[in-house]
């Protein structure tokens, strides 16, 4: 194994240890109930279809561009589950076919903590999804990430139906 390539993989386990260190216990209750519903019905929201083969004009197979850019998170965690990881294989599997696509991944936070938290917060779960992508073969120079923490929601209710949609990394394409 070449020196970098060892760097890396050095660098993606010490960066998995550091978030799974950092989770705090989840309260089971209404919200954490309420948090796997929403993963449940956004996932079965998805195409049937898993959007990584097409065909182009010539008849030869490529990658396609996956359709879902947001993955969702459990209250104050940045911890990617399965629904979760089966988009950012589809994400690696078409930046792996497009190397001169670049990402940006944007964290982001429902309201409630304070705005410091939630910055961190959303850097972490950010860190996540470019650690998954990494480890799946994206060259990192090609993944930026931001923390907008609670300034950017796409649902501005309260309650948990409408803080599970805010707890989320966006993954937007240059």
Same mark, same amino acid.
């Given at each position: 194994?070449?020196r970098s ?9 010490a ?11 989840e ?12 993963? !449940? ?12 083969q097409?065909?182009n ?15 969702y ?26 190397p ?16 410091e938290?939630n910055?961190a917060?959303?850097? !972490? ?17 090609r ?17 948990e139906?409408?803080?599970?949609q ?9």
């Amino acid at each position: 194994m070449s020196r970098s390539r060892s760097l890396s993989c050095i660098v993606i386990v010490a960066a998995a240890l550091t978030f799974a260190g950092c989770a705090k216990k989840e309260v089971v209750g209404a919200d954490h109930e309420g948090a796997a519903r929403h993963q !449940q019905s956004a996932a079965a929201q998805e195409p049937s279809t898993s959007g990584v083969q097409e065909m182009n004009g010539s008849g030869a197979s490529e990658v396609a561009r996956p359709t879902t850019n947001s993955i969702y998170f459990a209250f104050d965690s940045a911890a990617i589950d399965a629904a979760g990881l089966a988009v950012l294989d589809r994400h690696a599997a078409w930046l792996r076919a497009h190397p001169g696509v670049s990402v940006t991944i944007e964290g982001n936070c429902d309201e409630r903590g304070s705005r410091e938290y939630n910055l961190a917060l959303g850097q !972490q779960r950010a860190d996540a999804v470019r650690a998954h992508l990494i480890a799946q073969g994206v060259d990192g120079s090609r993944i930026d990430t931001v923390s907008f923490g609670e300034e950017r929601p796409v649902c501005t209710g309260s309650g948990e139906a409408c803080w599970a949609q805010n707890r989320r990394a966006d993954i937007v394409v240059h």
